[in-house]
């Protein structure tokens, strides 16, 4: 049984230092979702727009023409998944293409797009003021007259531009049930439309986006390949407006698997920055995080490091060395240390960064952001065997935690699991105790009994109880904790797998019947064969178990053939580490 079941979050260890990463609001930082990039200002309009005054007007439901919705911006993109890599700092550059930045004031918007803009614009508003049900009320009427004018056979680019809003709205308030069908009505208008309508490359920009957060990426790929299409052929293959595209095309090739392409594009965004910017442009950010991301996930950390450099020497330039956001790049450089399996200088760029951002008050002190960088800063503390000040970094996140949440906020329960495993590991095991039972009473107070997230502090007590031979009261935990698992996540998951591990651990102690320990541990092998596959390295350890126990008994027939497997085992498992 191993010594610790949990291990710090999030962990940086042999098997994951290539998969690091910063702790970001997800895709704010490449995504420029453009408004509508072609203004007509003659162009007629026939679609109306509609919006629900708020419910203070004497509770009437009055539909009148609204105008307006906004730069699409990125927060829309919070719901997005990414590969794992390193993320750019929070609140760099956004990238927000305005009116402005392609060359169309706001004052020569046609009425269309101010209707648009006001649009989204509303139901942003309502969403941060926590008035969810009035954004859904407001999307949903701008629906039922869109979908009334493709009922009459208006399809063209009036309709898929409100659609592609309303979609927008509703991934905001995060139905994305709703927004594929959205997209599959889109889709049929956008297929009919000729390049040349206008809106049709935002449009297309906007679906592409939407798709990837729906992990539906060819459909995305073909959206991000036609709009860029439309923008070579009307501004040229150099052209600044291919930089939003691009750089989503490049994500979505990233995230399933075609690094070589994703990487291409990625030099392709940055040259085309570089030509229209300058080299020392702050948006070449955002494709230089993207590029390095990729690198770092493909194991080319030298490749990777070269581009996060680059970020850091940008940031001091145009900043200064005691900037926010000198000390976000240098907290993204540690990753990369880590990566390369220098610990040391990542520990020194990681302090570095935390008193940069600190002193400059770049990102609050309870902010994720520094949670998630310090709790990294400890993990690395106890790699390089300095438990005592990685304890001390944990410490100051509970503090920070029960300072500004309180004392017995469900969030304080990573920071009381993290401690006790650092006391476990120093063999302080009545410490970890304490505070173990202490989250455990917290978890009790939040979810109910049968949740399985409370099996995690309980197992954990389970085995700190085995180390302090409190055999009978760790197997009664162990019990339990199997119990729900069971029910959580059925018989043969792996969770359940670690906790027959960790019962057969304390009932062979307790001197149970070696017949029925052994039937547990064949129990075990088989979800582990399943989880792992047949030459993992725990289905190893399992087997030299089984072999002991049929020794025990005297069933040899059944052990000779388990033997030689795991002789065949041990020598793999030697010519790995040895390679």
Known sequence: MAASLLSLS???NNKRMSQVCLHMQSDQLW????????CLQKQK??????????????????????ASVGSLEADLSSQENHAPGVSAPNNIQRSKMSFDQIGYPLDDMSDFEKQLQELFGEVKRMIMKGNKSDAIDLLKANYEAVKEQMNAGMKGIEEAALLDVIALGY???????????????????????????PFLDSVLVHMGSMYSTLRKFEKSLLLYRRSIDILENRYGKNSIYLITPLLGMAKVLGAIGRSTKAVETYHRAIAILELNKGAESEDLVIALFG?????????????????FVRILNLYKKLYGENDGRVGMAMCSLAHIKCAKGNPDEAIQLYENALQVIKDSNYVALDDSIMEKMRIDLAELLHVVGRGKEGRKMLEECLLITEKYKGKEHPSSVTHLLNLATSYSRSKNFVEAERLLRTSLEIMRKTVGPDDQSITFPMLHLAVTLYNLKRDEEAEQLALEVLHIREKAFGKDSLPVGEALDCLVSIQTRLGKDDGELLELLKRIVSIQERGFGNESEEVMETLKKIVYYLDKLGRKNEKFPLQKRLSILRMKYKQRIQY
């Open 10 to 12: 999030p962990s940086i």
């Open 31 to 38: 995504k420029a979702i453009t408004c509508f990039s072609v």
């Open 45 to 66: 309009w026939s679609i109306k727009l509609y919006m629900l005054p708020f419910r203070a007007i004497a509770g009437h439901r009055v539909l009148k023409p609204f």
């Open 171 to 197: 991934m905001a308030v995060g139905d994305l049930k709703f927004v594929g069908s959205l997209l599959a009505m889109l889709t049929e208008v956008v297929e009919s439309l000729e390049d040349n309508e």
């Open 291 to 307: 590029l390095g991301n990729i690198l770092l996930k493909e194991g080319r950390t030298t490749d990777a490091e070269t581009h």
